[in-house]
């Protein structure tokens, strides 16, 4: 589910539309159908819930949280992590980890975390508040390894990216099953340059954790 409001402003944000609240939601009456129906924002855990349960299945992996932002939301998104947990589901959290405050207050009921790093460069801010995003990222980085979550580090590079600058996060990473190397959609990163930063997180974490995914959503064209 992609919740709505993210304060971030990358260079590259593909969910412009749900930066913020908007007057309803969709729900997609079946799971690929492409038909939906309107809701009216906001929406109650409860029936958030009773939604994911009309898509529930033996074959589904896991219930994401999206965004824009989940973190933006941390009451809502600890309440509705704590109910599909207790239902047995696996929870998925997907953030940029701009805050390892509230990323430690739902830590416990989440099962997959893909947390953002986000390069220099990539968000309009100074460089001040630059990096302490990428202090509290690598702090939701290390919260969730250490707490047995299977943690994924995701990196959107561009056609610009210098490896030192990878090179200087993977230095500060924490262990990882999985660190993404995500090419920008709609721009031509060189098949060298993904290469070599693929070559950097294998060095750092290890060659089997470091790997190159496009955003399959796109690719494939889904929601
Ligand atoms: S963190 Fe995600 S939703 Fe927020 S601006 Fe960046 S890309 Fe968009």
Do not use: W
Not at 64 to 72: A, C, Q
Not at 80 to 105: H, I, P
Not at 198 to 223: E, F, N, S
């Amino acid at each position: 589910m992609r919740l709505s409001g993210c304060s971030l402003g990358c260079i590259y944000c593909d969910t412009g539309a749900y930066l913020r609240r908007t007057d309803s939601c969709r729900l997609e009456t079946a799971p690929g159908s492409r038909r939906f129906v309107e809701i009216r924002n906001p929406l109650s855990v409860d029936l958030v819930i009773e939604c994911v349960k009309l898509h529930a299945a033996p074959e589904v992996h896991s219930v994401s949280i999206t965004g824009g932002e989940p973190l933006e939301q941390p009451g809502f998104t600890e309440t509705l992590a704590g109910e599909l947990k207790s239902l047995g589901m696996t929870v998925y959290l997907e953030t940029n980890g701009c805050s390892f405050d509230m990323f430690s207050r739902i830590a416990e009921h989440i099962d997959i975390a893909a947390i953002d790093v986000k390069l220099p460069g990539t968000v309009r801010c100074s460089a001040a508040q630059c990096e302490s995003l990428v202090e509290n990222e690598l702090a939701c980085i290390r919260l969730a390894s250490e707490n047995g979550i299977y943690t994924i580090a995701k990196i959107v590079v561009l056609p610009e990216t210098a490896e030192h600058e990878l090179e200087r996060i993977c230095r500060e990473m924490p262990s990882v099953d999985a660190i993404v190397i995500q090419p920008v959609s709609g721009q031509s990163v060189s098949e060298l340059k993904l290469l070599a930063l693929q070559g950097i997180a294998a060095r750092h974490l290890g060659a089997d954790r470091a790997m190159v995914i496009p955003q399959m959503h796109k690719a494939l064209g889904m929601m």
